[in-house]
């Protein structure tokens, strides 16, 4: 019943950029990590950046310097600030969250659907 949308998504020259929003609902109880993965043709799905309710945080080296992660607790919220994009950051971006819901103990991981980040030369 926990879902999670992406919004933010588009195509861009190189240099510009782009903020991606992450929605959680549903009966959510609690949420710790909140993250953002990214997928390319071809590629594997890669750690972009990842934020926990504690406040540690976790970048790909390929984005440090450039993206950076943040969150709403109140409003279960989760964005990446993408600046100085280059072509090599085009892929499908997908949000990622560690959430219990309110009828469970437990945490258990969830995903977007994912959002088109293309970049231009």
């Known amino acids: 019943q926990v879902q999670l949308v992406e919004s933010g998504g588009g195509t861009v020259q190189a240099g510009e950029s782009l903020r991606l929003s992450c929605a959680a609902s549903?009966?959510?109880?609690?949420?710790?990590?909140m993250g953002w993965y990214r997928q390319a043709p071809g590629k594997q799905r890669e750690l972009v950046a990842r934020?926990?309710?504690?406040?540690?945080?976790n970048y790909a080296d390929s984005v440090k310097g450039r993206f950076t992660i943040s969150r709403d607790m109140a409003k279960n919220m989760v964005y990446l600030q993408m600046n100085s994009l280059k072509p090599e950051d085009t892929a499908v971006y997908y949000c990622?969250?560690?959430?219990?819901?309110?009828?469970?103990?437990?945490?258990?991981?969830?995903w977007g659907q994912g959002t088109q980040v293309t970049v231009s030369s």
């Open positions: 990622n969250a560690n959430v219990r819901a309110t009828y469970d103990a437990n945490y258990y991981t969830r």
């Open positions: 549903g009966n959510i109880a609690s949420i710790d990590a």
């Open positions: 934020l926990t309710s504690a406040g540690s945080t």
